[in-house]
């Protein structure tokens, strides 16, 4: 909660400091000028093949919170801490089970596929995501149930088009403990420089 850091981490000056000193992130810091941990936390989620998509419009978002639009109002809990864009896996987890109505562990097969690019899985949940599994849960081939989002009066080209979002972030997905576990170093290392300046340099250094 300390000011002069986010204001370190705003002004581009970021050498040592963990996660944030290269050239894009600098600049992207420049451009987001984070004012909290959770930003910093969304800003190294972010900042990565797929996710780095959406750079635009969360940025857009965070100055324009009022120009926000939701495909489903169900979506409009689970992506307003993120402006509207689906960051972390975590947010995709919620997604299906809220739509879709799928359990959380099903939930988390879609989150381990996503992670670890499982195209294989991704096909086939995205069926399952769209129109369910009734047949399937019925003749004892899938004992997870899931109605999908059919089912749950979500018109079949929204629930297309989240799937699409939802894919393209599946590039790299990143899951929020991991990346606030970054943030929080990349916070005690902006902590020191802002504060330590000549030290952190010169234990850096040596």
Known sequence: DDKKVFELITSGKTEGIFQLESSGMKNFMKELK????????????????????????YIN???????????????QEILEPTYG??????????IVQKLAGYSLGRADVVRKGMA?????????????????????????????????????????AIAEEIWAQMDKFASYAFNRSHAACYAWL???????????TAEFYCAMMN
């Not at 689906?86 to 919620?94: A, L, N, R, S």
């Not at 991704?122 to 995501?129: I, R, S, T, Y």
């Not at 990349?186 to 330590?196: D, E, N, P, Q």
Request: glycine share 6%; with cysteine.
């Open 186 to 196: 990349a916070s005690i290392t902006a902590y020191m420089s802002c504060h330590w």
């Open 116 to 156: 670890k690019k499982k195209r294989n899985i991704l096909d086939a949940e995205k069926l399952v995501f769209i129109h369910g599994n009734k047949e399937a849960y019925e003749s004892g081939k899938d004992k997870n149930y899931a109605p999908g989002c059919v089912a749950n009066g979500i018109p079949e």
């Open 34 to 57: 984070p004012q909290s941990l959770e930003d910093v936390i969304a800003g190294i989620s972010l900042y990565r093949p797929g996710p780095m998509d959406f750079i635009p419009n």
């Open 85 to 94: 864009c689906i960051v972390y896996q975590e947010q995709v987890m919620q």
């Open 61 to 75: 978002g965070k100055e324009h919170p009022e120009k926000i639009t939701y495909d489903v109002p169900e979506l």
